[in-house]
């Protein structure tokens, strides 16, 4: 049974992290390959507009005439742009306030904690979306925003983290041999958290493609002529009972995204907890 | 003459994953009468743990019994109903582990209790304050209330023991029981396990590496290695007869008998380290815990102090304040070198350097050995590629290692080798003094004995001065020139350590001693 379920996992991660690679490579080359590539500058065709899925537009068109299946695809350039780009700057926040706050005294450790607690005191889209009002809609902003809402989360992990690798034998030694906080970060708690550091990157890549599709769809996020999952959705929804291609394309690719990056975090978490286990 | 309760022949027990196949247990004959007590004792992957769970049918997913019968009173096991449990009763090594977190030890008691319909003459909870009677557990504040993790260690192990007898088995497998425990402890739970095994009569198979409660307890012994018995005879003679001379040194039987550190005539009696008046307490101004109270201890060049005491006694306290990692509410710390004189040493010295206990949790486990031996290296400023490899390479001779270890993690070496490796890097940066935090507790006592053999050497030949901190006396005694008994941050009693174990003045201290050493006259 064990083997069975095993074979399945690998055979999910497989599917999983092929479907990001291609979807990847495919989104950077769309403007080189695609046949409907002026599409994505604006390009109007009322004479085709609102077509349902069919052999030349496999996703259909939109209400512009524009092809869909172009659009969706160089659509994941902006998703991917937010999973990496909130990832990277919260971990690059987050993190080293984390380590610190667990190095130093109980007194900065406080403070340190107490501005988590208030950052993380914000239901999970009121502070990006404030953030994003003050700054103004755009992709960047929107990553600022998710980025400020979400590297509370990365000084938890990685304080929690290191406090456990602060409090094992090796730290201890290292301290009487007269080692200071930057090198009992350095050589000590870096290298022992990073791997859940990552797990937890690879989860919340894809919830920040989901909060920024929803970001955009109230119009916070990217703006026309930007092409983004929660923007095309949003600029077809007065249409959904018609012409449901518009929606359920980007829909479909939100939700598959996000449940790849889940997969791969799953399935790395698994993979750590058992190369830990031997 | 007595029935056998269970009967093992030819048995053979192998793990077997894709491609390998490997043999655990081989060609193993044991028989346990009833009333019988059988230690069994061999070192860690000796297989010892596997024959208990050979017993129970219980075995990890990957072995199986290959050849074979294991015979319950005359009946097979696979066919014995109800063996597990009703039949026969194990106690596991770990008893916080064995006991279910989010149930009161109340509920844990009556599930076993209900399930197998015992004492229904007396009610449940009748029962059950029985039993809890029985291991002595009755006067403690509401303990059918209590989750296992309100209860200490000991407290645990005696719950454990009325899981396992109040069902009545014909055989208890107890698998390390008293592992973790502090020596009086041990002795309290083996005394009680012992008198109600003898009030039931049930027959006992003792698991133990703790040759001293095996000889204290047990009427039969069996020594294992490799999966197979290599010797089984009575108590006596496995420890006295020359027949089993050979097998004794090898398992480093020597422990446990009243050995020690003699000081050699007109050695010096400088001192290197002087703590004093050292106070620690945790907590606020209206409730402080006094972990270490007003201890003064000196060290005397090229010798060894031996501080002893149970858990929480404040020994591991004291090590932290003198390594300076943690700072001490009051007190001196004075280190005299040939070089300096520190009137009150403050931060880590480069003269003091230690190993711990866990020799798994002292090495990071992202390191390599070679990348272990160069951190205090680096920390203390030694640069030049060529020096500092001559000297890892001198290092990890010196410990008794090979050059292949430098590029192997630490998780890939034996506890014999991290503990050696953990000293090459304490010994690495040439310090005077070292600081040992029960360095051997969780090694076998073959290897204990190797280690300590080293460390002596090591201290000859470098005039070393040594802390040894232990809650074993019989280990600290082989060691150590001069021995303090630490009791609840306190030292009661300090000397030479002949002076000490031979005479001792508290009752704590004879305590200690009764419980660490083999006596003729028990």
């Given amino acids: 049974m064990d083997s069975v379920l095993s074979c399945v996992n690998k055979k999910a991660l497989l599917v999983t992290s092929l479907f990001l690679f291609v979807l990847t490579i495919s989104s950077f080359l769309t403007p080189f390959i695609s046949p409907y590539a002026e599409d994505l500058n604006g390009a109007i065709h009322l004479n085709i507009a609102g077509q349902s899925p069919s052999l030349q537009h496999w996703f259909g068109t939109d209400t512009a005439g524009r092809d869909m299946f172009t659009l969706t695809i160089y659509a994941s350039i902006s998703s991917i742009k937010v999973a990496f780009g909130v990832v990277f700057l919260s971990i690059m926040i987050g993190v080293p306030i984390g380590m610190i706050s667990a190095v130093s005294n109980k007194k900065i450790d406080n403070v340190v904690m107490r501005i988590t607690d208030g950052f993380l005191a914000f239901p999970p889209l009121i502070l990006p979306l404030f953030i994003t009002s003050v700054l103004g809609p755009s992709l960047n902003n929107v990553i600022i925003g998710i980025s400020i809402s979400w590297f509370p989360w990365y000084v938890r992990i990685s304080r929690s983290q290191a406090l456990l690798v602060m409090s094992t034998g090796y730290v201890s030694v290292s301290r009487s041999m007269g080692a200071g906080s930057f090198h009992i970060i350095k050589r000590h708690i870096l290298p022992n958290i990073y791997e859940s550091i990552i797990i937890q990157a690879t989860i919340d890549a894809g919830y920040a493609i989901l909060t920024s599709a929803g970001l955009s769809f109230i119009g916070l996020g990217a703006r026309h002529p930007d092409v983004e999952w929660g923007l095309l959705i949003t600029q077809a929804r007065a249409q959904f009972i018609n012409h449901w291609w518009e929606v359920f394309f980007p829909g479909m690719f939100i939700i598959l995204t996000v449940v790849s990056f889940n997969i791969i975090g799953d399935e790395l978490k698994i993979y750590i907890n058992q190369k830990e286990k031997s | ?522």
């Fill in chain 2, 1 to 522: 003459m007595k029935k056998p309760v269970l009967k093992i022949s030819g048995l053979d027990v192998v793990s077997s994953s894709e491609n390998t196949s490997k043999t655990i247990l081989s060609k193993l004959n044991l028989v346990v009468n009833k009333g019988d007590t059988l230690g069994i004792i061999g070192e860690t992957g000796s297989g010892k743990t596997m024959l208990g769970w050979s017993i129970i049918n219980l075995l990890p997913g990957g072995c199986f019994l290959k050849n074979g019968d294991i015979k319950f009173n005359g009946k097979n096991t696979f066919e014995v109903k109800d063996l597990r449990g009703k039949n026969i009763s194990m106690i596991f090594q770990d008893p916080m582990h064995s006991l279910n977190p989010t149930q009161t030890i109340e509920k844990q008691m009556a599930d076993i209790i209900k399930k197998w319909r015992i004492g229904e003459k007396n009610s449940l909870k009748d029962e059950i304050n029985k039993w809890m009677g029985k291991v002595q557990l009755n006067s403690v504040f509401d303990i059918m209330g209590r989750y296992p993790h309100q209860l200490s260690g000991g407290q645990i192990q005696r719950v454990m023991i009325a899981l396992a007898m109040c069902v009545r088995p014909k055989i208890i497998i107890a698998d390390e029981i008293t592992t973790g425990l502090d020596a009086n402890i041990k002795l309290e739970i083996m005394d009680l396990l012992f008198s109600l095994q003898k009030e039931t009569s049930v027959a006992l198979i003792f698991i133990s590496h703790d040759l001293f409660l095996i000889r204290r307890y047990c009427d039969r012994v069996a020594i294992m290695n490799s999966g197979k018995i290599i010797a089984e005879d009575s108590t006596k003679s496995i420890f006295n007869s020359k027949k089993y001379k050979e097998i004794r040194s090898s398992m480093g039987v020597n422990f446990g008998e009243k050995k020690f550190e003699k000081l050699e005539k007109g050695s010096s009696e400088r001192i290197v380290l002087a703590a004093k008046g050292f106070n620690k307490s945790y907590g606020n101004k209206t409730k402080k815990n006094h972990v270490v109270r007003d201890v003064s201890i000196n060290l005397y060049s090229g010798k060894t102090l031996g501080l002893v005491g149970e858990s929480g006694s404040g020994k591991s306290t004291l090590a932290k304040m003198i390594l300076n990692i943690l700072d001490r509410d009051s007190g001196q710390l004075k280190l005299t070198t040939d070089e300096t004189i520190i009137e009150d040493l403050r931060i880590p010295s480069v003269e003091i350097s230690v190993v711990l206990q866990d020799h798994l949790g002292s090495l990071n486990p992202k390191m390599n050995s070679y990348d272990i031996l160069l951190e205090p290296l680096e920390l203390r400023g030694i640069k030049g590629k060529k020096i500092i490899e001559n000297r890892i390479k001198n290092m990890i001779h010196d410990v008794g290692l090979n050059n292949n270890i430098l590029t192997r993690m630490t998780h890939s070496l034996s506890g014999g080798q991290r503990q050696r490796l953990s000293l090459a890097r304490a010994m690495i940066t040439e310090p005077k003094i070292i600081i040992f935090d029960e360095p051997t507790s969780a090694l076998d006592p073959n290897i204990q004995k190797r280690i300590v053999d080293l460390l002596k050497s090591l201290q000859k030949k470098k005039n070393l001065t040594y802390l040894f901190i232990s809650h074993d006396l019989s280990v600290i005694s082989q060691i150590s020139h001069y021995v303090a008994v630490l009791y609840r941050g306190k030292i009661i009693e300090s000397g030479l350590t002949e002076k000490i174990l031979n005479n001792p003045k508290q009752e704590y201290t004879k305590k200690l001693i009764e419980s660490s050493f083999w006596m003729e006259n028990r």
